[in-house]
């Protein structure tokens, strides 16, 4: 157990349907993030938020919407998604995202995965 | 922009045997590199990292290596056990930001009895 949790753990959608992510950290940290996880693929950071404040947004589509409302908790809400967005979608904390970190940890939650019909 | 290279991608072993992954990174400016594993169902977790001032760190059975002139990195496992069948992946930043970090495409590594 990594003081991360993701729920659901699976998820099934169409394209028409809107859902929403949640994760929850136990650790105390000041830095969520979430990541993309594609077949074969490297992890795809999506957005961070440090503070409750996003701090990184990697040219995601706004299909993708995130929600922080205090450090401990982090949303990725989901609508009109496309097949291509079928992937495991991955939360992540560390102590302090901010740019003076050095060595940062990441850890991670154990993902949802999910499927766009 | 980082960019970070992984091989191999699949890897089969025998128990006992000794693993080796490598990776190689683009950004002469990069100077914190972490391997995490990932166990079927669950999320990467950190098993060893290292910096740019070092050139060599173990841990048991664990080591990584890292040679700043060629930019490339590599993680050894020696005696393997079946426990160590996952998915690892290296990673690379500056500045050692998680938000900086960029990751290689995986290697799946069998372990086989």
């Known amino acids: 157990e990594t003081g991360v949790t993701q729920t659901p753990r699976h998820l099934v959608m169409g394209m028409t349907n809107k859902k929403s992510l949640k994760c929850e950290q136990h650790l105390g940290h000041n830095a969520m993030y979430w990541y993309k996880q594609s077949a074969k693929k490297p992890l795809e950071l999506m957005f961070v938020?440090?503070?409750?404040?996003?701090?990184e947004n990697n040219s995601v589509p706004s299909r993708f919407s995130p929600e922080c409302p205090n450090s401990s908790h982090l949303f990725l809400h989901l609508h009109t998604l496309q097949p291509e967005d079928s992937a495991l979608y991955l939360c992540?904390?560390?102590?302090?995202?901010?740019?003076?970190?050095?060595?940062?940890?990441?850890?991670f939650g154990s993902g949802t995965q999910l499927s766009v019909l | 922009g980082e960019n970070v290279e992984q091989h191999p991608s699949t890897l089969s072993v025998q128990e006992g045997d000794s693993a080796v992954i490598k990776c190689t990174y683009s950004?002469?400016?990069?100077?914190?590199f972490p391997w995490y594993k990932q166990e079927l169902g669950k999320g990467p977790q950190l098993i060893i990292d290292i910096r740019s001032n070092v050139g060599e760190k173990k841990d048991q059975r664990i080591a990584v290596t890292l040679n700043k002139t060629a930019k490339h990195f590599s993680l050894h496992i020696t005696e393997t056990q079946p426990e160590d069948s996952a998915v690892y992946f290296c990673?690379?930043?500056?500045?050692?930001?998680?938000?900086?970090?960029?990751f290689g495409s995986g290697t799946q590594l069998t372990v086989l009895p």
């Open positions: 990673a690379a930043s500056s500045w050692g930001s998680a938000r900086q970090l960029t």
């Open positions: 938020y440090n503070f409750k404040e996003q701090t």
């Open positions: 950004d002469s400016a990069s100077n914190y």
């Open positions: 992540a904390s560390s102590p302090n995202g901010g740019t003076g970190a050095t060595n940062e940890k990441l850890f």
